[in-house]
């Protein structure tokens, strides 16, 4: 049961798997208390889902990986990915509440145009959002208030009322996030000289002529971070963008190079990882302000 996939593609179908009525073809806030009791199965989701853990029942399922996912955590899953439980064999009762929307309800809304600004959709589960209790209060009359809306009769007022408490509830979560980055600085200054120790590395290496440039992706993959939290991390950190940042280093790299006078401006972009020296040149110049050649000449 555990390694098959149960598939959701419409609101109605993830509903009826946990005993609640559908009130709304397009979004509905799912109470998991009324679930009967399973095993844990990975299951994929054709819409928007975001978990609010209540009880402990075995570790998420995310993909292939397995995480623990505690009490009090928020689990957001972009339409088209797959997660679940691993009950490790045991039956258990879920609790806690899911809040469910297809991406056809926000079109032609404001949420439509910047829903893919709220980049913890990306992130990994295991970068899953904490909260205090507080917090946890302000989502559940969030989920309130996206329920009173579903229980009230549909009316001319009732989606954009619907996508607008469903905004304010994201919102709050990017409020939240921000609030995570900062309580736990102290694991992220480590990602973050963890992440300079990765660039040096990179560039002690052979790994330019054979790779490239280093991505953000491939920064992200080797500190085993989401893109997405990865590159809002360093953003909340430096101020500056990943890319930016990595853009700096490979400057700073540059500068030294270009002392050796002994390297051609070629030479110099090939053993960086450009795969063409112009795109060293205007890299440098945008950078720097000058074209390396003219950096060198400054120099001496």
Partial sequence: MENEIRRFETINDYNVFNNNPTLHPLVSVVDLSKASPRQGSRMYFGFYTIFLKDVKCGDLLYGRETYDYQEGTLVFLAPGQVAGMNSHGEIYQPKGYALIFHADLVHG???????RDYSFFGYQSNEALHISDRERKTVLDCFSKIDYELEHAIDKHSKRLIVSNIELFLDYCVRFYDRQFLTRDVVH????????ILLNDYY?????????LPSVAYCAGELHLSPGYFGDLIKKETGKTAQDYIQS???DIAKEKIYDTGKSVNQIAYELGFKYP???TRLF???VGHTPNEYRGSLS
């Fill in 285 to 287: 110049k945008q950078r």
């Fill in 204 to 212: 002690r290496s052979d790994q330019p002529q054979h790779i490239g």
């Fill in 189 to 196: 200054k480590g990602i973050l000289e963890r992440f300079e």
């Fill in 278 to 280: 112009q795109h060293f």
């Fill in 249 to 251: 280093k490979i400057i």
């Fill in 109 to 115: 809304t404001s949420l439509a145009k910047h829903i």
